[in-house]
């Protein structure tokens, strides 16, 4: 079943498939195409990927690019809605620092909706939008134990650079990095109305729980291996290659294939060419990194992996995904520990989870929004026993 052929009548074949293909609802933000990938709004990705992260959310919530005032307005919102009410510190200061960030990421997500929830869904979507980076600043900062000194919160900063200056690095170049990060935002948005974890959010804001509960259950869907997590095993993957000579990668990957595990940052459930989004980001590492020795690994994994791949005919797409690069950036950028990308990931993704969130609670049937998620379950023998 192609997952771009609508599905009018779902027959026994479809059971227990995980609504693989089945079409569900519409969606207003996003769709991904096989050739250009994912489109925000109708734009395809590579002609929103070098906007700033601010335009690129707007265009989410209102259908459209903002003009130059409108993008000014925007950046104003958010910074009046970017402080957070208290109590982050304290719930992060208490958390294991062994727990995966994730789970930091999906309390602190809780932790300010039990202090200020509005009930209003835009309103607390673009709260949480604009609270984000202070979030993302203090799991680091808290996580790491670097709780001395931690500057205090500049809400007229735009979204990545008050991400940065709550983290406040030592030894990297500030202004790549707000470059890689902010492609990183924008590259990951959205994807789609049906991925794991905007469908848990829409599925639990279906229920009016808060836009705060709906976030952090779509956060605990990301976290899973098969779903966000993904990126940071691609990292750990391209750390132990640890060498770019194509003839030792090529051996490297066809070991991997032997051994039947995945060879990470290739392959897509829909795309069948490389992902726009992964192209990108060589262009910007070729530019910014040409010389980090992780980036020579990806740019010989680029060209020996989907030849080797493309051995295989089950394969459906051999080239570069996604999460080929992002990792090898972040590490350049001196974000070094691979367990922290998939909060990036989520992140982003709270601006394309959120819309989408606001789009079935308001604007789908007439502004009704769509009733609460029920997909049918049919009794199986043994639950039939003592009819
Ligand atoms: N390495 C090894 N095997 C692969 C592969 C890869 N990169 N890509 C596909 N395959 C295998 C599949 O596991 C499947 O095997 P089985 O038939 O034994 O189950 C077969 O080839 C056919 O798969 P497919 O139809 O081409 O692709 P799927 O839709 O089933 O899977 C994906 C897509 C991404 C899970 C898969 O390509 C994969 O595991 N890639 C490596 C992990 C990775 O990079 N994940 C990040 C995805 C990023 C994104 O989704 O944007």
Known sequence: MSNDEPLLSVTSAHLNTGLRGIPVGTCRTSFVTPTEGVHYCGYPIAELAALDVEDVIYLLFNKELPTPEQSAAFRADLTARGALPEGLDAVYAALPREGHPMDWLSIGLHTIGMADTTGNWMDDALNLVARMPRVMGLLFRYREGRTDGIPADDTSLGLVDRFIATLDPEGVDRSVMRE?????????????????????????????????????????????????RANQSCLEFVLGIGTSDPEEVEAFIRGELEAKRPVFGFGHAVLRAEDPRATYQFALGERLCPDDENFAIIRTLREVAPRVLAENPKISNPNAN??????????????????????????ARVAGIGAQIVDERTVMRDGKGVPIYRPKYIAEEQSLRHV
């Open 180 to 228: 890689v990060l902010n492609a990183y935002l924008v590259l990951h948005l959205d994807h789609g109305g049906g991925n794991l974890s905007t469908f848990t959010g829409k599925a639990t804001a279906s229920g009016k729980a808060t836009l705060y509960a709906s976030m952090a259950s779509a956060m605990n869907s990301l976290s899973g291996p098969l779903h966000g």
């Open 322 to 347: 996604v999460d080929i690069a992002s990792g090898t950036l972040l590490h350049h950028v001196g974000l070094r520990k691979p367990e922290y990308y998939t909060t990036f990931f989520g992140w």
